[in-house]
Every structure is written in C-alpha cells, then in structure tokens.
C-alpha cells in the first residue's frame, strides 16, 4: 500500500529529551569513543539518533501514514550542527514529515526535526529519508 | 583535547583521514542497545535470512557512527562539525572491515569552512563495496 501523501508537512508534538550522562557513556562505549571532551562534556555527533530513534515513532507509527516497517530501509541520514550537544541538558524535538515521494517501486518519507535547546535556540536540524520498498506501485 | 586541525593546513583533494574497524557482532549488539534501534536485522539471523541477507546486517546508523567518529578524532574540536550527510547504499556484514575516509572537495576562506567527501568502504570478494557513498560533511576550522 503506498504511502498516504497527504500527510506531507504534518507536524507532531515536541517531546523532551534529557541528555542523560549514563547514555552518553554507553553509546561513547559502543562506538569506541575515548576523546575525553565527549565522555565528560559533549555528546558524539551520532548520538542525535538516540533521540531521533525515542522521539520519531509517532511519525513512523502514525496509522494514518501505512507504512509497514518490515519494509523499511534507512536510506539517508543528514545532521546540521549549530553547536555540540552538551551532556545534561534538556532538549526538544519536534518531528515533522518534510515529503513524501514515490519514485520507481519505492516510497520515500523524509522526517525532520528541529532540536532545540531550552532557550528555544536550534541545536540540531535531523533530517532522516526512509525508503518504503515496493509499496508505491510504479516501475 | 587533541590538537585542533587549522583551515591553512589542509587542501583540495587531500585525503584528511582515513580509520578502520571490524564489525563485530558484540559491538553491534552494544549499539543496538546503546542506540535503541532494536530491529532484529541487526540481531537475529534468521531474520536477516528471512528478508535476504546472508547473515545480520550492521545499522547503517553504526556506520555513520564511526565516520562521526573518524571525523571528529580527526577534527579535535568538537565543535568544528557542522554539517554530516550521508547516503546508505550497502550492507555490512559481520567480521568485514569498515573503513572511513575524507577527502577535501572544497574549500571557502571566507568563513573558513572545508566541505569533504566523506565514504565508508569494505573490500568484498575482490571488490570495493560503499555502504556509505556520495556523502559530505562540512567543517569550520580556526
């Protein structure tokens, strides 16, 4: 069943998320980072997707939008940083579905969000493009 | 800290840095639950069997992680990242060897910020396999 288009620019509700020093410390350790600034201060720059993965499933999970995650793939994955993520701080996250395409088989879903701090000043944009193989019906 | 690369010291087409890991099936696992990306493709055999693959599959989030880190061991500021995307075009298959690299594609003195290609490759059965292709990162350096 092919992506329901209808829902491109729909935007979800912000969701918290705390920075917290024991999860910093285990993705430092599954990824091998040593650098003393990211174990004490700063959180790598991959570790936005800790906070994409808890906050995006009210998109990806949106009955409304149909899509089976059996069939998903992570096609691409954009980051822009405005400063580092700081160890301890609060931030928030609202996603939003940027576009929805078909092209060829493929349905395409590109979710963003704006990761603010709790002044409201953007700390991150994340912009994720998933691939829905085979359900958009062209060839 | 390490010490910081500077906008002077680098030029187009100059290879920046290049790092190596073997994907283990113990390391995905601790991303796995380190990420919470939990999909059984990384984790279950079966699974991967299921849909196609010869075995389990690394996130293509583990990769990206480690051209993160790749980048930013190179960088020593952490700060100096401000923009990485990445384009997912391959598998990864356990035991293989991940290796990232930069290259300098352009540089803009004015602001002082170097826009690189950045890959991510394995040699598979005599050839090179991109999981990571077609992808840049831009950094600001003092």
Known sequence: MPLNQALKGKEYQPVEFTVEPDQVRQFDDAIGEHNPDFRERFA???????????????????????LNYALVVHG?????????????????????????????????LVI???????????????????????????? | MAASV??????????????SKVV?????????DASGDQNPLHQDDDFARSV??????????????????ALTDWLGDPAALKRLKVQFRAPVFM???????????????????????????VARAGDRVLPIKNSEAVVELA
């Open chain 1, 44 to 66: 790598p720059p991959t570790f936005v997707t800790k906070m994409q993965i808890m906050t995006s499933g009210q998109a990806v999970l949106d009955q409304e939008l149909g």
């Open chain 1, 76 to 108: 691409e994955q954009e980051y822009d940083y405005a400063r580092p993520v700081r160890i301890g701080e609060v931030l928030t996250a609202t996603p939003r579905i940027a576009d929805i395409y078909a092209k060829g088989p493929n349905d395409y």
């Open chain 1, 112 to 139: 963003e969000a704006y990761i603010k701090d709790a002044a409201g000043e953007t700390v991150v944009l994340a912009r994720t493009t998933l691939l829905s193989r085979g359900t958009a019906g062209g060839g």
């Open chain 2, 6 to 19: 500077r906008f002077d010291d680098i030029h187009e087409g100059q290879e920046v840095f290049s790092a």
């Open chain 2, 24 to 32: 283990r099936r113990e390391d995905v696992k601790a991303y796995a």
């Open chain 2, 52 to 69: 196609g693959f010869p075995g389990i599959i690394a996130h293509g989030m583990f990769s990206m992680a480690h051209l993160g880190k």
């Open chain 2, 95 to 121: 035991d293989e060897t991940l290796v990232a690299k930069g290259t300098v594609k352009a540089l803009d003195p004015a602001t002082r910020t170097a826009t690189l290609s950045v890959w991510a490759e």
